[in-house]
Structures are given as structure tokens and as C-alpha cells.
């Protein structure tokens, strides 16, 4: 089983992390909890030993759905990411982001009820809170890493610049930041700070919801997605994307295990998450780890996508 030491935290992580936001029904719809649980058993059984959630993935229920299915599963064997930032703990508040100490010290308690365990491996601040201190949100991350309710903490979805604010202020030790080939700009500021300061990188979206799979000819109607799933913009994509299929075949693995091979190729990322819902999608994720790519078909993947149009 193949593992990777997750920056300075020195955990033992999958390359492949297992996301859950897809049990969030408001973004994507009915979701079958039976069918996820059996793919996050799957994920042990495939070699992934790396769980993302956030609280509000679906007001609380992708935890919840976390901790049943993994509760069978020794706890040292896993590694589990939640996230703090939003706040529905009481339905007045559900607009209100709160990274205040007694926010996140209120948050991390539900956490943990909901995926029944005594801590968290890693912590991250969800997005940057403009309203609270940063001397104030790394205290209570200190404070819960003292209590042993939290092994490591860190930062998501946050500018640079909130990053080496933070940084200055406290052991942020993780960086979860966006990170697709149509959407990696993130590689020319966010991951090489990360880097000098020794943090593990675990992106997330390097699929682009599921763009770069290759299984859109760019003629079927998506209900969700946005603009690069509607008219002829999404049939260049989806064009774009199937091109992929020769260097896919030199390897002996599909267009999905193609991409994510290859930004996990990239030095400063650690892990991918990447989004689940069924067993067979965590089989197809995880067959991407342990696959080497070679640097000419490297760029030539990132010359056939471009940038991103808009």
C-alpha cells in the first residue's frame, strides 16, 4: 500500500484521499448512504487511508455517514480531515462563518460526536474568517492540539497572503487548496509557500466535478457543473479531454487515473482528493497511485487541456 508523509505533520497518508462533500445533497443530489459507506470500505480495502469531510458537508450528515463506516475499522489505521468555518448549528446562524475561539472549540466537539472519535488528525480552517483575529482562531487550534482533540491543523481555501498571516501566528501544518490543469494557479504562489514552510499539500477538485474524466462526449445534459457543462464550450472541453486517451492507453490506465497520476506528479503535492460516491469510484481513484508518468507525456497532457477558458 502505497504512503507518503504528509509534510512535517509526519503522518502516513494515500496519495488518493477519499471525499466525501458528495453526500452533501444541496450540491449533488439524493445520495445513496449505503452505496458510500460500502465505497468508504472499499477505500481500505483498495489501499486509501486518507477520509476529507467538512461540517457542513450536507449541515453535519458526511461526518455522520464517516464515522458509521469506518467505525469497524481500527482507528490508527485511518486518517481523517474535517473542516470549521461554516456554521448551521443553529438555523439563525446558517450565513454567519465564525472562526472565533469559541466557535471552533463548539465546532470541533460536534465534529467529533458525529464521526465517533476522540480526535481529529487534521484540522483546517474551512475559509479565511475577515471578521475574527487570526491570533484568536490559531489560539483555539492550539488550545484542542494541547487537549489532544486535534493532532494537526491548518488552512484550506485561503489568499496567500491570509496564509503567511497565518503562518506568523501558528503551526498551520496543512494546506488544502484548489488544484486542477484548468485550474492551477494555485502551483505558482499558494504550493510553494506551502512548501518552504515544510506544510503537506492535499488538494482538492482535480477532476473539475468531473470534466476531466473523460466520459463526457460534451452532448449529454448536466443538471449541476455550471457554465463548462452547457454548449459548445462544453463540447470543446469534454474534446479536449478525450484526446487524453492515447498517453492513458501507453500506461494501461483509464483518462481519470491519467490526470490524477499526474498531478500527483507534481513535487509539492502530497495527496488528491477526489470526490466519491459508489465503490467502483474509488477503485478507478486509487489505481492512479503508484503510476509514474513520464515527463513528455506530462506536458503534453497539459499542452492537449490549456488553460481553462474565463
Same mark, same amino acid.
Given at each position: ?88 448549528? /443553529? ?6 462563518? =465564525? @472562526?472565533?475561539?469559541? #466557535?471552533? $472549540?463548539? !465546532?470541533?466537539?460536534? +465534529? ?22 487570526? /491570533? ?6 492550539? =488550545? @484542542?492540539?494541547?487537549? #489532544?482533540? $486535534?493532532? !494537526?491543523?491548518?488552512? +484550506? ?41 515544510g506544510m503537506g499539500v492535499m488538494t482538492f477538485s482535480p477532476l473539475l466535478g468531473g470534466l476531466l474524466t473523460g466520459k463526457y462526449t460534451g452532448d449529454e445534459k448536466v443538471e449541476r457543473g455550471g457554465r463548462y457543462f452547457r454548449g459548445e464550450l462544453f463540447k470543446d472541453l469534454a474534446g479536449r479531454v478525450r484526446k ?12 481519470t487515473q491519467l490526470v490524477l497520476a499526474a498531478v500527483l506528479a507534481n513535487p509539492m503535492i502530497h495527496s488528491c482528493i477526489t470526490g466519491i460516491r459508489k465503490p ?31
Amino acid at each position: 500500500m502505497e504512503r507518503v508523509i504528509l509534510g512535517k505533520t509526519g503522518l502516513e497518508v494515500s496519495p488518493i484521499c477519499y471525499g466525501s462533500w458528495q453526500l452533501d445533497e444541496k450540491f449533488w443530489g439524493p445520495a445513496n448512504v449505503e452505496e458510500h459507506i460500502a465505497a468508504m470500505r472499499r477505500a481500505g480495502e483498495v489501499g486509501v487511508n486518507f477520509f476529507d469531510t467538512a461540517d457542513c458537508y450536507g449541515n453535519g450528515r458526511s461526518e455522520e455517514v464517516i464515522g458509521e463506516a469506518l467505525s469497524t475499522v481500527p482507528r490508527d489505521q485511518v486518517i481523517i480531515t474535517t473542516k470549521v468555518y461554516h456554521n448551521f448549528l /443553529e438555523p439563525n446562524r446558517l450565513d454567519v462563518p =465564525d @472562526l472565533s475561539y469559541d #466557535g471552533i $472549540v463548539e !465546532h470541533c466537539e460536534a +465534529s467529533l460526536k458525529r464521526l465517533r472519535t476522540d480526535y481529529i488528525d487534521v484540522y483546517l480552517c474551512h475559509m479565511y474568517d475577515k471578521f475574527t483575529d487570526i /491570533e484568536e482562531t490559531t489560539r483555539a487550534m492550539d =488550545d @484542542l492540539k494541547k487537549q #489532544g482533540k $486535534v493532532r !494537526h491543523y491548518g488552512m +484550506s481555501s485561503w489568499p496567500v497572503e491570509a496564509m503567511r498571516l497565518g503562518i506568523q501566528y501558528g503551526d498551520y501544518e496543512v494546506l488544502q487548496p484548489r488544484f486542477s490543469f484548468w485550474r492551477p494557479e494555485t502551483e505558482v504562489d499558494m504550493l510553494p509557500l506551502a512548501r518552504s514552510q515544510g506544510m503537506g499539500v492535499m488538494t482538492f477538485s482535480p477532476l473539475l466535478g468531473g470534466l476531466l474524466t473523460g466520459k463526457y462526449t460534451g452532448d449529454e445534459k448536466v443538471e449541476r457543473g455550471g457554465r463548462y457543462f452547457r454548449g459548445e464550450l462544453f463540447k470543446d472541453l469534454a474534446g479536449r479531454v478525450r484526446k487524453l486517451a492515447p498517453i492513458a492507453e501507453k500506461y494501461g490506465i483509464t483518462i481519470t487515473q491519467l490526470v490524477l497520476a499526474a498531478v500527483l506528479a507534481n513535487p509539492m503535492i502530497h495527496s488528491c482528493i477526489t470526490g466519491i460516491r459508489k465503490p467502483a469510484y474509488i477503485e478507478e481513484a486509487a489505481g492512479a497511485m503508484g503510476v509514474t508518468i513520464e515527463r513528455k507525456d506530462y506536458y503534453t497532457l497539459r499542452r492537449t487541456l490549456g488553460k481553462l477558458p474565463g
